[in-house]
């Protein structure tokens, strides 16, 4: 059974920083390929980071330079490191994993940047 937990999520003033923790089991994250996405209130959901099992990584254009996706292997977590906080990157923050063709999500975690 596929587990997905996401924690570190919080309140942070504009220009701080969070690390977000996604820790996975019934899986082994690195032969997966691990994406973050956030949903804001009243918006789809987005794709925010990826990393794939090969260790390609991808972000998406609003996060690039401010966000890093990494994972611990030995610890079968993935993480999202974000600095540079932005009102708009208010949102509920979930983890997936890609297996084979099914997708797995966490329960989420809230993120909330005030101006």
């Known amino acids: 059974q596929v587990q997905l937990v996401e924690s570190g999520g919080g309140l942070v003033q504009a220009g701080g920083s969070l690390r977000l923790s996604c820790a996975a089991s019934?899986?082994?994250?690195?032969?997966?390929?691990m994406s973050w996405y956030r949903q804001a209130p009243g918006k789809q959901r987005e794709l925010v980071a990826t990393?794939?099992?090969?260790?390609?990584?991808n972000y998406a254009d609003s996060v690039k330079g401010r966000f890093t996706i990494s994972r611990d292997n030995a610890k079968n977590t993935v993480y999202l490191q974000m600095n540079s906080l932005k009102p708009e990157d208010t949102a509920v923050y979930y983890c997936?994993?890609?297996?084979?063709?099914?997708?797995?999500w966490g329960q989420g975690t809230q993120v909330t940047v005030s101006s």
């Open positions: 997936r994993a890609s297996v084979l063709s099914r997708g797995y």
């Open positions: 019934g899986i082994v994250i690195s032969i997966v390929t």
């Open positions: 990393i794939t099992s090969a260790g390609n990584i």
